[in-house]
């Protein structure tokens, strides 16, 4: 099992790697270029252009390949299959790839992976690791990571680097899934800093957008909101949403995930 900072090390070595190569490739197609009609009969520049032109198509297929492979990995993770996805990851990582973007989608993964696996310290790392990077084309990626990174600290029970990373999403123009888990994620840290008013706030809407998300991570979000109301004396709303709770999910498993919502079943 590749660890985090083998991975981050390898990362930045590869990047830096294939900065130098495109470099050299491209420095050296353009001294030909310019260099040909001075050269002597001897030196083909033509084809030595040729030559630059093919390893950089060759380059730039492997790296395509790379990157139609790594495609998948979020479904493979998504579906529980954690042993393929680390295989192919972990190839990913060892492979060279001429662009940037490659290596960036591999380091993604494993974060997304190193959450599911609920190894919330190492997925922190990785977060944090391409928060650092200029992404360029893939900066949407920045905001899933700050919602990776927020959940990770949260499960690590550093409140202060959740709402750090939180707080900077709201620079974002988010999509509809991204405001979904920025809302499920929210509604744990308020909780775990008894912000039962700001949880309160707009209490409809955030319903609806409960709706929404995922079995779990709705069922959570409104036993989170029911217990909010419980704390404020808001009964009407704590009871008929903690029945709903009731209809998704099996209450022990969520108590055992969150035991502060023990107090809505005593």
């Known amino acids: 099992m590749i660890s985090a900072e083998y991975a981050i090390h390898r990362f930045r ?21 310019s260099i040909g009609p001075f050269t002597s009969a001897a030196f083909d ?14 380059l730039s297929f492997r790296s395509a390949r790379g990157s139609q492979a ?12 954690f042993d393929i996805a680390e295989q192919q990851i972990e190839r990913s990582l060892r492979t060279f790839s001429l662009f940037k973007s490659v290596k960036v989608l591999s380091l993604h993964h494993l974060a997304m992976l190193r959450h599911a696996q609920s190894r919330y310290q190492e997925s922190a790392m990785l977060c944090r690791a391409l928060i ?5 084309p893939l900066d949407h990626l920045s905001k899933t990571s700050r919602l990776i990174l927020a959940d990770d600290l949260l499960e690590l029970n550093d409140t202060a680097g959740a709402y750090e990373a939180i707080a900077r999403l709201y620079e974002y123009r988010l999509s509809l899934a991204e405001a979904l888990r920025l809302l499920w994620v929210e509604q744990d840290y308020l909780s775990r800093i ?14 609806q957008l409960a709706e929404l998300m995922a079995v779990n991570q709705s069922a959570r979000t409104q036993a989170l909101l029911s217990l909010a109301a419980k704390k404020l004396g808001r009964t009407d ?7 709903r709770v009731e209809l ?5 498993q969520l108590i055992g995930q969150r035991p502060i919502l023990r107090e809505l079943w005593t």
């Open 248 to 252: 998704l999910v099996d209450v022990q």
């Open 132 to 136: 650092g990077q200029r992404l360029g």
């Open 45 to 58: 520049a033509t084809m030595v252009l040729f030559v630059i032109g093919a390893v950089w198509l060759v």
């Open 70 to 81: 790594s495609a998948m990995l979020p479904t493979l993770v998504a579906a529980g299959q």
């Open 237 to 243: 709303w704590s009871d008929w949403l903690r029945r």
């Open 194 to 207: 008894g912000a039962w008013d700001r949880m309160m706030a707009n209490i409809p809407t955030k319903v």
């Open 13 to 33: 070595r590869d990047v830096t790697l294939g900065t130098l190569v495109r470099f050299a490739l491209l420095a050296g197609a353009l001294l030909c270029v």
